[in-house]
């Protein structure tokens, strides 16, 4: 069973261009979570997606960034006219159905962006 | 200081000895989890403590949480190079809370010297 899947591991953009990461949850998990990690710093959680839904975009950034989980394919997550602040590791994690009290999540190797 | 955050931020070991580190959180918590990160890389699940629960272990790691003082720790015994790595704590939001939403410390920075 393979774990959290994201691509691409290294993303390099300009400033003003568009990043797009992707996240496959582990199979059977319906839950996916994005959250950031700063150079020197915990994670942050930023939105938390269920099939087509977004549960939960507490986290994120008002302007620039969206998230989805469509029906098929992976979680998307998006971010529009980035700017060097957007340099980080984002993470997806996924939890499988029914983890409502006992949220334990699986987390992915990272996207590591670099805004030049 | 913000909720889960650990204590040492820093810790070096030489191998076979072992390490503690510490996490004290603010408010009420479902579950409290342990992971680690190995430099620049994702994060590996190691172990979740229930509210209800006080002790637990896996391996050579025991983990106990004190909802009375909201502080947890983790005990890595007989520790190896490779255990090197960055150990984050993980809370969730308890009661009247959002359980799925983790909050993360700024981790301590685990170094096991061979």
């Known amino acids: 069973n393979a774990g959290v899947m994201q691509n691409p591991r290294h993303l390099v953009r300009r400033r003003g261009q568009e990043a797009r990461l992707r996240c496959s949850p582990m199979k059977g998990h319906s839950h996916v979570y994005w959250y950031r990690q700063l150079p020197e710093e915990g994670l942050k959680f930023m939105v938390y997606l269920q099939k087509e839904n977004i549960i939960d975009e507490s986290g994120m950034p008002k302007e620039r960034f969206s998230a989805e989980f469509p029906k098929e394919g992976p979680s998307i997550l998006r971010i529009q006219q980035v700017v060097r602040g957007d340099s980080a590791a984002y993470f997806c994690?996924?939890?499988?159905?029914?983890?409502?009290?006992?949220?334990?999540?699986?987390f992915g190797p990272g996207t590591r962006l670099t805004v030049l | 200081s913000q909720q889960g955050e650990e204590d040492p931020q820093a810790l070096s070991i030489q191998e076979g000895e072992n390490a503690t580190m510490n996490c004290s959180y603010k408010t009420s918590i479902n579950n409290l989890q342990w992971y680690r990160q190995n430099s620049g890389r994702g994060l590996v699940h190691l172990i979740l403590i229930r509210s209800n629960e006080r002790e637990k272990h896996s391996g050579r790691l025991r983990v106990t949480l004190d909802t009375s003082k909201k502080s947890s720790s983790l005990l890595i015994t007989a520790s190896r190079a490779a255990d090197t790595a960055s150990y984050f704590c993980?809370?969730?939001?308890?009661?009247?809370?959002?359980?799925?939403?983790?909050?993360f410390g700024k981790g301590t920075l685990l170094t096991v010297n061979p």
């Open positions: 993980a809370t969730d939001g308890g009661s009247g809370g959002s359980n799925y939403k983790l909050t």
């Open positions: 994690a996924s939890s499988p159905p029914g983890a409502r009290v006992y949220n334990e999540q699986f």
